[in-house]
């Protein structure tokens, strides 16, 4: 069975900062997809990146990146220029190519503060 | 184009009785799950429906049930509530057939069920 464990329930920074987020997976599959997913308030789940485990290069997208360790199995996320409207919980997410389904981490309740 | 729709957006019930929340998927979506989300907590998955049939299912009780109709919307069914069944049911829908690059989830809003 795969797990997903993100080990920061709460950050905090300052608009324009530069923030981590921290996440790790065990599983046994080769073949997988990696998801950052952002919640507000509205509970929507909002799809941030998504990363391929067979592709070397990190998926960026705008001020969003990652940080795709496979050996590791480590999946950081990177959000540059912070915004007010980044606040929000965010989810790390695994799937495997096929399943369909989607196993979450606990969590990280990011604050950006004016 | 319209996204996942989910009703009602919230409920509260009383322990025991039974309960039947409504998804309606993505345009162009065939395949509708269905995810329970306690407080503070990360979703976790409770089954999958596929051409109008369960195809796979997380660690929940048979008290949860779904069904999946012919235009592809959904309902999950949860009989004999417990207080612990309080949470928020998220549904997302994808498309199974054919496999596309880009088939991931699209979410919807959510039913915050309250057993009291």
């Known amino acids: 069975a795969q797990t997903v464990t993100q080990s920061q329930p709460e950050m905090s920074v300052q608009e324009a900062e530069t923030v981590t987020l921290s996440c790790t997976y065990d599983?046994?599959?080769?073949?997988?997809?990696l998801f950052w997913y952002k919640q507000p308030p509205s509970r929507q789940m909002i799809l941030v990146i998504r990363q391929e485990a067979y592709k070397q290069q990190n998926a960026t997208e705008n001020r969003f990146s990652v940080n795709f360790q496979k050996a590791a199995k480590s999946f950081s996320l990177k959000i540059s220029d912070s915004q007010l409207g980044d606040t929000a919980m965010y989810f790390c997410?695994?799937?495997?190519?096929?399943?369909?389904?989607?196993?979450f981490g606990q969590g990280t309740r990011l604050t950006i503060n004016p | 184009d319209a996204g996942v729709t989910q009703s009602p957006t919230h409920l509260i019930k009383t322990r025991g009785q039974q309960v039947t929340l409504r998804c309606s998927p993505k345009s162009g979506h065939d395949t509708v799950s269905w995810y329970q989300q306690a407080l503070g907590q990360g979703p976790q998955f409770i089954f999958q429906?596929?051409?109008?049939?369960?195809?796979q299912r997380g660690n929940f009780p048979d008290r949860f049930s779904g069904h999946q109709f012919p235009n592809y919307s959904s309902e999950l069914n949860v009989n004999a509530l417990l207080l612990g069944d309080s949470a928020l049911y998220l549904c997302?829908?994808?498309?199974?057939?054919?496999?596309?690059?880009?088939?991931?989830?699209?979410f919807g809003s959510g039913t915050r069920l309250t057993v009291v």
């Open positions: 429906y596929y051409e109008e049939e369960e195809r």
């Open positions: 599983t046994s599959e080769n073949n997988y997809y």
């Open positions: 997410a695994f799937m495997t190519v096929g399943a369909q389904k989607l196993v």
């Open positions: 997302a829908s994808s498309c199974l057939a054919p496999r596309l690059p880009d088939y991931g989830y699209t």
